[in-house]
């Protein structure tokens, strides 16, 4: 067990406390969840504030783009949580109840997912697509059970099952968009995200710290087959708007890029709690340099709407407050209350920072009360999926 911090005075407690309060359930895949949910929303602010302020062609909020955003958001969602699941099941075993926990999340992204695709093509078909998909997840953790105990059989049973899923789905979609997805497009596209989700699981079986940049280059594929799904159903469907015009791509990258950075922190803090070595280990090491990738693309994106300055600050904005989520982390860990209060503290202050810099540079399209505000709840979300996390990994562990 390890020893408990002392505890600090009545008036200390309230010198180190943060006005930002972590909202978490104790269940770190729910709120993984939870944190990811907020950045969409985040995207749709920022995305209608900088294509106002650079006079960007096209409509952010119309319903096709608010299709391909949608769309975007829960495909990657499936990705991340898959790798997550697997590599809980690698950490903690599959018949583990942090294991059920993840799979249980899993799923409810697989429900949402059948719901979007009732919405567009009727109950009926939302619930063939639910049936269709959780077959292939299954097929996935056939493939990574096998795939952990060098079960070549398993394996190969596994690629031929998916191989099966990408026919059968590629068909299903070319039906319900009236022949404006075809089925051979579908499953070829179908065959890459299970070639590179494959790929990530084979890495995590292996302890590779590899899988972290193979996950990301899943999830990738999956943001771009959403632009082709939207495109499909937005023309069978006659939906207002186009969900590739310039306003909407813009919605969708930082949808893909915000809610990205939650799963990426996620991932980075699940290794740290977890590899050997924790946050010195080389897996750690790997698991932050595909987030701070995911910072760089960022940053990118500024700079192509607000110039290589802003960019650049942008970035070390950025990049400064993930160091305090890692602070926040380590912390926890360590049962140190002072400093995860630090760490809050320091999350509040950096707030209001960025907040002036989003209204700077959009020229006041972007209120800085409003920015500043929603980085609030982004940061009691993720840092309560923060504290799920340590009581799920690291109290769990030590008990």
Request: hydrophobic residues 45%; glycine residues 10%; without cysteine.
């Amino acid at each position: 067990m390890r020893e408990e911090a002392p505890e600090p005075t009545d008036e200390e407690t309230q010198e180190m406390l943060s006005s930002l309060m972590p909202m978490g359930t104790g269940d770190p895949f729910v709120d993984a969840r939870t944190a990811a949910a907020h950045m969409p929303a985040t995207a749709l602010t920022l995305s209608t504030g900088l294509a106002a302020a650079t006079g960007t062609e096209g409509d952010v909020a119309s319903p096709a783009a608010d299709l391909r955003a949608g769309l975007t958001a829960l495909l990657q969602e499936h990705v991340y949580l898959a790798g997550i699941a697997v590599a809980t099941a690698y950490t903690t075993g599959a018949d583990s109840t942090e294991f059920e926990a993840a799979a249980a999340a899993l799923d409810g992204n697989s429900v949402d997912l059948s719901e979007a695709i009732g919405s567009l093509a009727g109950e009926e078909n939302g619930a063939t697509f639910l049936e269709v998909w959780r077959s292939h997840i299954a097929d996935f953790v056939d493939y990574a059970v096998a795939r952990a105990g060098d079960d070549q059989e398993g394996m190969d049973q596994a690629l031929a099952d998916l191989a099966a899923y990408t026919q059968t789905a590629g068909g299903f979609f070319e039906e319900i968009s009236g022949g404006e997805l075809p089925a051979d497009a579908i499953a070829e596209s179908l065959s890459m995200h299970v070639t590179t989700l494959t790929e990530a699981i084979d890495a995590l079986a292996a302890g590779d710290p590899a899988a972290y940049a193979e996950l990301q280059e899943a999830a990738a594929h999956v943001s771009a087959s959403a632009s082709t799904i939207a495109g499909g159903f937005d023309t069978a469907l006659d939906l207002e708007g186009d969900p590739n015009d310039d306003a909407a791509t813009l919605r969708a990258d930082l949808t893909n890029l915000l809610q990205e950075h939650v799963y990426l922190a996620s991932i980075a803090v699940f290794t740290a709690y977890t590899a050997d070595g924790g946050p010195e280990s080389e897996a750690f090491t790997a698991a932050a340099g595909v987030l701070d990738a995911n910072s760089v693309a960022l940053s990118e994106a500024v700079t192509s709407l607000a110039g290589p300055e802003n960019g650049a600050a942008f970035l070390d904005l950025w990049r400064e407050h993930i160091g305090f989520f890692v602070d926040y982390a380590v912390a926890a860990a360590g049962d140190d209350e002072q400093a995860m209060q630090e760490a809050l503290r320091n999350l509040d202050g950096y707030r209001p920072q960025a907040g002036m810099f989003f209204e700077d540079v959009s020229g006041g399209e972007l209120p800085a009360d409003a920015v500043a505000e929603g980085l609030g709840m982004h940061v009691e979300t993720l840092a309560g999926a923060i504290d799920s996390l340590d009581a799920a990994l690291v109290e769990g562990a030590s008990q």
